[in-house]
């Protein structure tokens, strides 16, 4: 049983286009992140949702927006993608809000041709 | 803004050897955590410690922290090939903050 799945894993497409990320933690958990990480493994907080509202909202382009219809579930949509999006994404899940021990899913690899 | 950073950037070890990696912060914290990622896969929580606890164990794992020093150190003892990996340590950008920032990772390679 996967804890925090994220769909799809590889995700390639063409500069210009938009595309969703989805993720679902099963470990009844309040708290959902999403991370970008680059090419250099740096990893950087985007959003996170306590009970489908939104608590964290970092400096992202307006491009990106998640949504969180359920508290296990939060999507993220990318609006005409740019070279510079291609990363990989990371969706996690905590107990609840709180510098709490994270749980992670296993990242969608998005390359932007 | 980022707020812990791992030292060394790499670190490459025998099987068996002890492994220690070190994370400075900035600010204060309430607690600190450290992060394992293998290739490919996402992170895994290690372990965390509260500012009032100076030494963790889990294992084969042992952290510390010094809070008037901004420092913690994460040692893997008798390393094995399976420990290779990229490490993390994860604290919040300042007091009171929700969120975790993470450092740049220090990239560990035992060799068999």
């Known amino acids: 049983d996967t804890a925090v799945s994220q769909t799809p894993k590889y995700l390639v497409t063409q500069m210009g286009n938009d595309k969703s990320i989805k993720c679902e933690q099963n470990?009844?958990?309040?708290?959902m992140y999403w991370y970008k990480q680059d090419s250099k493994k740096f990893l950087k907080i985007m959003f996170s949702y306590n009970n489908k509202e939104l608590i964290i909202n970092e400096t992202v382009p307006n491009r990106f927006s998640p949504k969180s219809p359920d508290k296990a579930h939060l999507n993220l949509h990318i609006n005409s993608l740019e070279l510079g999006d291609s990363a990989v994404y990371f969706c996690a899940s905590s107990p609840e809000v709180g510098n709490q021990p994270q749980h992670f899913g296993d990242g969608t690899r998005l390359s932007i041709l | 803004s980022q707020q812990g950073e791992e030292d060394p950037q790499a670190l490459s070890i025998q099987e068996g050897e002890n492994a220690t990696m070190n994370c400075s912060y900035k600010?204060?914290?309430?607690?600190l955590q450290w992060y394992r990622q293998n290739s490919g896969r996402g992170l895994v929580h290690l372990i965390l410690?509260?500012?009032?606890?100076r030494e963790k164990h889990s294992g084969r794992l042992r952290v510390t922290l010094d809070t008037s020093k901004k420092s913690s150190s994460l040692l893997i003892t008798a390393s094995r090939a399976a420990d290779t990996a990229s490490y993390f340590c994860a604290t919040p950008p300042r007091a009171g903050s929700y969120q975790l920032t993470f450092g740049k990772g220090t990239k560990l390679s035992v060799i068999p």
């Open positions: 600010t204060s914290i309430n607690n």
């Open positions: 470990l009844g958990h309040d708290t």
């Open positions: 410690i509260r500012s009032n606890e």
